[in-house]
């Protein structure tokens, strides 16, 4: 069983900044892709940025310049730093992952964290 477990959302003026953390626990082998992803109320839910094992990332044009995504490998780690935070930026964040596992690869979400940017 693989379980992801996000932190750090919360209330933000706008042009403020917030960081997200998500850890991955469980029988792990290896984590493939990691993402962010963010679902504002009545919209569906949308990748913002991923990252691939080696580091590759690739970002939602909305957020390009303002947010950063990371990760650790050794701690199965994801973080999205965000800065520049505008009130259109509110929703739930959700941390996903592609994990190894002994059943194979399969994708994980995390609960989410509500994210509120305040004009």
């Known amino acids: 069983q693989v379980q992801l477990d996000e932190s750090g959302g919360g209330l933000v003026q706008t042009g403020g900044s917030l960081r997200l953390s998500c850890a991955a626990s469980?029988?792990?082998?290896?984590?493939?892709?990691m993402g962010w992803y963010r679902q504002a109320p009545g919209k569906q839910r949308t990748v913002i940025a991923t990252i691939t094992f080696d580091g590759r990332t690739n970002y939602a044009d909305s957020v390009k310049g303002r947010f950063t995504i990371s990760r650790d490998n050794a701690k199965n780690t994801v973080d999205l730093q965000m800065n520049s935070l505008k009130p259109e930026d509110t929703a739930v964040y959700y941390c996903?992952?592609?994990?190894?596992?002994?059943?194979?690869?399969?994708?994980?979400w995390g609960q989410g964290t509500q994210v509120t940017v305040s004009s």
């Open positions: 469980g029988t792990i082998l290896s984590i493939l892709a």
């Open positions: 996903n992952a592609d994990v190894r596992t002994r059943q194979g690869i399969h994708t994980y």
